[in-house]
Each structure stands twice: as C-alpha cells, then as structure tokens.
C-alpha cells in the first residue's frame, strides 16, 4: 500500500490516505506518484498536486528496514506536520522554538548537544536520568537546556555540556 498527504494551507498535512499499489501503476505497471495523484483527486476532489507520497517506513531520513537507500521524504507524513518542498522533507511540528532543522536527519535539533551521560548508579542499580529540554531556561541562559531528574528525587539538575550539576 502506498501512502499519501493531502496538503492543506501552506503545505500543512491535514490528511494521509492509502492507495492500493496497483491504483498508482502507470502504463508499464511501474509505481508512479503522478498517477497516485491523478487517482487520489477522482476520488476525493482535491487537486493532485495537493497529494504528496510519504512513505509508512521512513523517520528522521533512516528506513525501518535499515537500508537507508530506502528512506523517502525524510519522514512519514502525520497530521499537523509540513511539507517542505524545497528539501523534500515531511516535517513535524517544532519541538521548541530555539531547535533548528537538521535536513540530513530530517529531525529538529537543539541548540545543545544531547547529554552524554544518560544514566546513574543507584546502590547496585543503573537507572536512567529522566531528561527533558527547558525552554524556558534555555532563554534566561543559552548555556543550560537539558535538565535531569533522579528517580524519587525532585531536585533538578542542569547539564553542563559534560556532567550534571544539581542546582
């Protein structure tokens, strides 16, 4: 089954559609996106160029199967994300408003590099850091972003770029 995108405004995904492959073979039964479009508006109304394929095995440009030869349009489309035509890449929504694009992964990326150290020993235990992005700290100081939190623990620590500090 092939998968489409129904643009809307400003190349917003507000639908995706499955279209049986032998809906989209063109006159020497091969695949052809032109004819999934054409296909797409007799059905529903909405112009073809309006219907951008997306594929169900694509996320941030790596193919599920792992030959990323494979991967198509960066990721597969959902509702609220965008087509960005010009890099032919399915977008989603901005995670925050400091993170930028990064095209050859097809993800947002933070301002600071993800924590390197992600887990912490607790008596005999290794346990993993509960780590979010702070916005709003970012904001007030461009140095601090990534904050951790410890099981049971309610006090916050801030990565420094190499360890955390409690604050």
């Not at 995108?5 to 039964?29: C, E, F, R, T």
């Not at 990534?146 to 190499?162: I, P």
Request: glycine share 8%.
């Amino acid at each position: 089954m092939a998968h489409f995108a129904k643009l809307g405004v400003n190349g917003k995904v507000i639908a995706v559609h499955g279209l049986d492959n032998d809906q989209m073979l063109n006159a020497d039964s091969a695949e052809d996106e032109t004819v999934g479009q054409q296909r797409l508006q007799e059905i529903h109304g909405w112009p073809a160029a309006m219907w951008i394929q997306t594929s169900y095995n694509t996320v941030s440009n790596t193919h599920t199967s792992g030959d990323n030869s494979k991967a198509f349009r960066g990721n597969y489309a959902g509702i609220g994300y965008t087509w960005d035509e010009d890099n032919n890449i399915f977008w989603p929504k901005q995670p925050h408003a400091s993170w930028s694009k990064n095209n050859s992964t097809a993800s947002w990326v933070a301002p600071i590099t993800y924590p390197s150290v992600s887990t912490y020993t607790s008596g005999e235990d290794t346990l993993n850091w509960l780590i979010n992005w702070n916005e709003t700290g970012y904001q007030a100081d461009n140095t601090k972003g990534w904050e951790g939190l410890k099981a049971g623990s309610d006090t916050v620590h801030d990565w420094n770029g190499s360890a955390w500090v409690s604050r």
